[in-house]
Each structure stands twice: as structure tokens, then as C-alpha cells.
């Protein structure tokens, strides 16, 4: 059960600005989107987002969702689909990829993470 509530106190004085450091810094986002990605091809690009990164020190998150698929050839076969930036796999701090297991219709599976330092 709460107490009997008290009087009024006087108000405090005024406190000091404070510079945040590092300087805060804002978000660039960019998302990229399609229609759709339905062709023959069986290896390859499948699209393309450009950007320009502008400063080493900070990281690219990564995330595909869409649908992955495998040329089926026997029972039990898997693909593996991976992110490159300029032609070059992620591997900085890890690699970005994602498997495909025995499907003719293809499965929807997300592929996510951070990238760091990009290739030129």
C-alpha cells in the first residue's frame, strides 16, 4: 500500500551540456527490390544494388529473401547461394550464404549478415 504523498520540492539547478563522442552519426539506408527474378540461368548474378560505401570503419548489413532454387539432377542435391560486392564473396566478417536443398519449385530462404570491408 503506497504512503501519503509528500510536498512539492524546489527545483534543482540547471545541468551542464554534453557533447556525445564520437559524434553521432546517421543511417544511410538503401533497399533494393524486384519484381521478380524467374529466368533459365543456372549460375551467375541474379541482381544488382549499387551504392557507394563512404566510411571504412563502419559495416553493410545484407539480407536476401527470395526464392533460391537448384538444377535437380539426383535425389538429395543442394546448391549454395552466396553475396558478392563487385564480383567478390563475403567473407569479412563472415561469409553470407545460404543452401538450397532437392526442390524443383525452389525455397524461400533468407540469407543475412554484415559486411565490412568492400571490395573495389
Not at 27 to 51: I, M, N, Y
Not at 83 to 94: K, L, M, S
Request: glycine share 10%; proline share 8%.
Amino acid at each position: 500500500m503506497p504512503g501519503v504523498i509528500g510536498p512539492k520540492g524546489e527545483n534543482g539547478d540547471m545541468g551542464s551540456l554534453r557533447i556525445l563522442e564520437p559524434p553521432v552519426v546517421r543511417r544511410k539506408l538503401t533497399q533494393c527490390t524486384w519484381e521478380a527474378s524467374e529466368d533459365d540461368r543456372q549460375s551467375g548474378p541474379v541482381h544488382s544494388c549499387p551504392f557507394k560505401k563512404t566510411n571504412a570503419s563502419t559495416a553493410l548489413y545484407v539480407r536476401w529473401t527470395g526464392l533460391v532454387r537448384i538444377s535437380r539432377t539426383n535425389t538429395g542435391d543442394c546448391g549454395r547461394w552466396f553475396i558478392t560486392f563487385n564480383g567478390v564473396e563475403c567473407e569479412n566478417p563472415a561469409k553470407i550464404d545460404t543452401q538450397a536443398y532437392d526442390s524443383l519449385e525452389g525455397t524461400i530462404t533468407p540469407a543475412s549478415g554484415m559486411q565490412q570491408a568492400v571490395p573495389y
